[in-house]
């Protein structure tokens, strides 16, 4: 563990300074369960015509307008947590529903028990560390909105912990919902606790990485207590998931040989590296029910990796990657037997046509726990766009089932995202969870639609831009060319002009069509049953 525990004695910069979300305001609402007052986020958007609509939010307790946000100081803390009665999963099971359950169904639009069954049944999880009283509740299952994870982390390369903070208190702001932290490099625990009393979201890890450190990098000399033990530190500081590569096993390493891109998950070939070179099998295999009791006893929610995911799509779809998912299968039953909550990783790089069969199978073999998969990239050939061909493989798959949308930035495959593109990963995987909510059904999703396109209709362009994913962005394109206040009331835009502007003219037609059958109606009255269809000149 490292020395540095306080904050306060890292020596480093302690603040953030955010901006507001522009054309709304942060709001709360009070959901009163048992003798705890629970404030639910909402995001507020204010339109001109007088109507609101409130949004789903994860930006955190901070402030809409500018501000220098003290991290050492850290986020309140939620009241209600309950450490003695078990996990999420248990106490489902018992017929319970919990704070958090109450909490999320608020923020879901959903009834509490609906919540409560989809946790009992394995459909859903609410990774929530009894040790990480900052973050505010959600839940991942393919009955609720889909979700979508930013990873951030340090490397051996570059970055800092100030930066990675940074990256996760603007990443929620754009509307990440768990962030992962795989540093890779120095201060990994510090750089953890930094965003774990910071993160509003949950936050997930990978303990093999910091094992691996422990080890000087040397993955054959990992050892299961040096394993064990960085699991229990990380669960101490509150990490509410953790992705454990223990599907890997040693048989299934030669189904890797002919690959195109081999193994390409960090912790799949950290642990192919040790099985070979001790002859046996992998040691998160073999002592998964003693991990499975550690997790039980925080509540840390699995997540089991896809260690064996494919790496292009030549390898899509192989018998390495399904013969792990047999695998994760397995353990998926050892874990709810423990009373763990679970959720499973997916690809990975797949083609379009082969992505519905993932999720299928992984529903099949894992008792529908719910699916975080990795994108899936549709394509190999856009490096520096691969945030773009990602989305379009998780757009398909969320509609499919997947519950969590690992995002990629436009840096994948090239090196560390900073702070932009973090924020085009997070948007581009935001148009696609929506869109894939939108196919679902699911409730509230087509309301934000509805809004931006009746205010794009009637030429509301501040509307337009508060109810926007990225309001500042779509503000920022439409005055590059028509930046004079009188242009957010004009009845055209650059791209048409005020000639050809499509929605004007249809607006023209309207009035003169409600014109022409207002006076036949009353020529109508005038003279008895004579009726005349309107006849109108609506050239423009």
């Known amino acids: 563990?490292?020395?540095?525990?306080?904050?306060?004695?890292?020596?480093?910069?302690?603040?953030?300074?955010?901006?507001?979300?522009?054309?709304?305001?942060?709001?709360?609402?009070?959901?009163?369960?048992?003798?705890?007052?629970?404030?639910?986020?909402?995001?507020?958007?204010h339109l001109t015509d007088g109507e609101y609509l409130d949004l789903y939010d994860t930006s955190g307790p901070y402030t809409d307008a500018e501000a220098v946000i003290d991290l050492q100081a850290g986020l309140p803390k939620r009241p209600g947590i309950v450490t003695d009665r078990g996990t999420q999963l248990q106490r489902a099971r018992a017929g319970e529903v919990t704070a958090e359950m109450a909490f999320v169904a608020a923020r879901e639009g959903v009834p509490a028990e609906t919540v409560r069954d989809e946790v009992a049944r394995g459909r859903a999880v609410i990774?929530?560390?009894?040790?990480?009283?900052?973050?505010?509740?959600?839940?991942?299952?393919?009955?609720?909105?889909?979700?979508?994870?930013?990873?951030?982390?340090?490397?051996?390369?570059?970055?800092?912990?100030?930066?990675?903070?940074?990256?996760?208190?603007?990443?929620?702001?754009?509307?990440?919902?768990?962030?992962?932290?795989?540093?890779?490099?120095?201060?990994?625990?510090?750089?953890?606790?930094?965003?774990?009393?910071?993160?509003p979201v949950p936050v997930g890890t990978v303990p093999i990485y910091q094992a691996l450190e422990k080890v000087n990098g040397d993955p054959t000399k990992l050892t299961w207590e040096a394993y064990?033990?960085?699991?229990?530190?990380?669960?101490?500081?509150?990490?509410?998931?953790?992705?454990v590569h223990a599907g890997v096993l040693l048989r299934h390493i030669?189904?890797?040989?002919?690959?195109?891109?081999?193994?390409?998950?960090?912790?799949?070939?950290i642990m192919a590296a040790w099985c070979l070179a001790h002859h046996t099998e992998s040691f998160l295999y073999t002592h998964f029910g003693e991990l499975c009791e550690i997790l039980a006893r925080y509540d840390v929610t699995f997540s089991l990796g896809d260690g064996l995911r494919p790496g292009s799509i030549a390898d899509a779809n192989d018998e390495a990657q399904f013969a792990e998912l047999h695998t994760l299968g397995e353990l998926t039953r050892i874990a709810k037997d423990h009373g763990v909550q679970v959720m499973?990783?997916?690809?990975?790089?797949?083609?379009?046509?082969?992505?519905?069969?993932n999720v299928r199978l992984e529903e099949a073999l894992c008792e529908d726990a719910p699916?975080?998969?990795?994108?899936?990239?549709?394509?190999?050939?856009?490096?520096?766009?691969?945030?773009?061909?990602?989305?379009?493989?998780?757009?398909?798959?969320?509609?499919?089932?997947?519950?969590?949308?690992?995002?990629?930035?436009?840096?994948?495959?090239?090196?560390?995202?900073?702070?932009?593109?973090?924020?085009?990963?997070?948007?581009?995987?935001?148009?696609?969870?929506?869109?894939?909510?939108?196919?679902?059904?699911?409730?509230?999703?087509?309301?934000?639609?509805?809004?931006?396109?009746?205010?794009r209709f009637e030429f509301r362009w501040r509307d337009q831009f508060a109810l926007s994913l990225d309001p500042d962005t779509a503000r920022e394109f439409h005055d590059e060319t028509l930046p004079a206040e009188p242009a957010k009331t004009a009845h055209f835009c650059s791209m048409c002009g005020p000639k050809f502007c499509s929605m004007r003219i249809t607006q023209d037609v309207r009035d003169a069509y409600a014109?022409?059958?207002?006076?036949?109606?009353r020529e109508f009255a005038e003279h008895g049953n004579r009726v005349y269809l309107p006849v109108m000149d609506v050239s423009v």
């Open 1 to 45: 563990m490292s020395e540095v525990l306080s904050l306060s004695d890292s020596g480093v910069d302690a603040t953030v300074t955010t901006g507001p979300i522009t054309g709304s305001t942060k709001v709360y609402l009070d959901v009163p369960w048992s003798d705890v007052a629970m404030r639910v986020p909402l995001r507020r958007v």
């Open 127 to 199: 990774p929530a560390n009894h040790l990480h009283p900052e973050s505010e509740p959600m839940i991942i299952g393919k009955a609720f909105g889909v979700k979508v994870n930013a990873n951030i982390g340090n490397s051996a390369v570059t970055s800092s912990i100030a930066e990675e903070v940074d990256k996760m208190v603007w990443a929620t702001r754009w509307g990440a919902d768990t962030i992962m932290d795989l540093s890779t490099g120095r201060d990994i625990h510090l750089t953890r606790e930094w965003l774990l009393r910071n993160s």
């Open 228 to 243: 064990r033990d960085t699991v229990i530190e990380q669960c101490e500081q509150g990490v509410d998931y953790m992705t």
């Open 254 to 269: 030669p189904l890797t040989v002919h690959r195109v891109t081999g193994i390409v998950s960090r912790g799949g070939a």
């Open 344 to 357: 499973i990783e997916g690809p990975g790089h797949v083609p379009m046509h082969k992505i519905v069969e």
């Open 371 to 455: 699916f975080y998969t990795l994108g899936p990239l549709a394509t190999d050939i856009a490096p520096a766009y691969d945030h773009i061909t990602s989305a379009i493989g998780a757009a398909i798959i969320a509609q499919a089932g997947t519950a969590m949308l690992c995002y990629v930035t436009p840096k994948e495959h090239l090196g560390l995202p900073d702070r932009k593109d973090v924020k085009d990963g997070v948007i581009a995987y935001k148009i696609a969870a929506h869109a894939a909510d939108l196919a679902k059904g699911h409730p509230r999703a087509q309301q934000r639609d509805d809004a931006l396109s009746k205010a």
């Open 515 to 521: 014109q022409g059958m207002a006076d036949k109606s």
